[in-house]
């Protein structure tokens, strides 16, 4: 494919996401769509490498980018005054690539229509422009984004399946999970299963007491717990539950590829619906997730090895032994 910048000589296609982790985790297939349905040979990414800084080298998605780095803003402009000069870094930005799938500007037609523009100063592609979600599709989510990319390129996904897993970790990984836990005086080689009792939001937070019960029952079937607290945890949680929480070897301020490192040792992980709980199912690991206000129907991980345990609000918001030896039963089905 011939382009204003030069011969390029292999086919690209173009993510761009300015979701949290969850979210983008949950359209990343899409990256896998393009190339093995696509011919797309290499898939960039942008969005906040804070929460994708891990993609490239083991996932489908081979380059990111910051969206701090293109002066996206532009784009948000009046169509009607909206113009490129020669040499414009922002079509610069999105030259060569003949696939471009945006989850962000759904809202804004002139985003859609500025966009299309600048892509098309440098060749013709497929632009499509997605929202993270649609209220009236009620299978997952992640389905509803390949659905569109699909029938956009007029192809089936006839016996197309997420790849598993999604996330492969690399063989350092492994070794560095194994230094983390055992800096905390854990061999990892013993059975170790993650709690995750934090999420983005407070209302999406089972009882912590139930994690903390979750925790004994675990351990007593020989099973090493380790609690995941970053500052959030810290913040939203009261003194004696994050007493209790620290009872328990913890790690906390990990970065996301440390956290990816730890859980690739781990045997088992138990969270909320958070990014957290997105990032353990990727991995294939076995994937405990409770649900509460939120659709698992529609946001559930997507792994090969996960169980939802759906509760309604006020049991969700309190203390409920039945509950903990509910979700004890569902894990067992997957350790």
């Keep these: 494919m011939e382009a204003i910048f030069g011969k390029q000589t292999y086919r690209k296609g173009l993510i761009?996401?300015?979701?949290?982790?969850?979210?983008?985790?949950?359209?990343?297939?899409?990256?896998?769509?393009?190339k093995q349905r696509l011919g797309i040979e290499q898939v960039d990414w942008i969005g906040r490498t804070e929460y994708i800084e891990f993609y490239p080298g083991r996932s489908a998605v081979d380059r990111i980018r910051s969206?701090?780095?293109i002066p996206l803003h532009r784009l948000f402009q009046k169509t009607e005054s909206f113009e490129v000069q020669e040499h414009d870094p922002l079509v610069y930005s999105f030259a060569g690539y003949e696939?471009?799938?945006?989850?962000?500007?759904?809202?804004n037609p002139d985003f859609e229509q500025n966009l299309l523009f600048t892509v098309h100063c440098s060749q013709s592609a497929q632009v499509l422009v997605?929202?993270?979600?649609?209220?009236s599709y009620k299978g997952p989510i992640g389905r509803f984004y390949l659905e569109e990319i699909a029938a956009e390129n007029q192809i089936s996904l006839d016996n197309w399946q997420t790849p598993s897993p999604l996330l492969e970790p690399h063989p350092t990984d492994f070794s560095a999970g194994r230094e983390q836990i055992q800096q905390l005086g854990i061999n990892p080689d013993r059975s170790i299963v993650l709690i995750h009792p934090?999420?983005?939001?407070?209302?999406?937070?089972?009882?912590?007491e139930n994690f903390i019960l979750l925790a004994q029952l675990l351990q007593q079937e020989q099973h090493k717990v380790i609690f995941l607290l970053g500052p959030a945890e810290r913040e939203r949680f009261s003194v004696k539950n994050l007493r209790n929480f620290q009872q328990y070897p913890c790690f906390s301020e990990l970065s996301l590829t440390q956290?990816?490192?730890?859980?690739?040792?781990?045997?088992g992980y138990i969270g909320n619906d958070s990014g957290i709980?997105?990032?353990a199912a990727a991995l294939a690991k076995p994937t405990l997730a409770v649900f509460g206000p939120t659709d698992p129907a529609k946001f559930a991980p997507v792994g090969p090895k996960v169980r939802i345990?759906?509760?309604?609000?006020a049991l969700f918001k309190q203390f409920s032994e039945p509950c903990v030896h509910q979700a004890l039963t569902l894990l067992r089905e997957i350790l």
């Excluded at 979701?19 to 769509?33: Q, Y």
């Excluded at 999420?199 to 912590?208: E, I």
């Excluded at 345990?309 to 609000?313: F, I, N, S, V």
């Design 277 to 279: 709980s997105h990032l």
């Design 198 to 208: 934090g999420s983005g939001g407070q209302a999406k937070c089972w009882a912590a």
């Design 16 to 34: 761009l996401h300015p979701g949290a982790i969850g979210d983008c985790l949950l359209a990343l297939p899409t990256a896998s769509l393009m």
């Design 309 to 313: 345990l759906q509760l309604e609000q």
């Design 259 to 267: 956290l990816l490192q730890v859980l690739a040792c781990s045997d």
């Design 130 to 135: 997605l929202p993270p979600d649609k209220e």
């Design 67 to 69: 969206l701090d780095s």
């Design 99 to 107: 696939q471009v799938v945006s989850f962000l500007g759904h809202e």
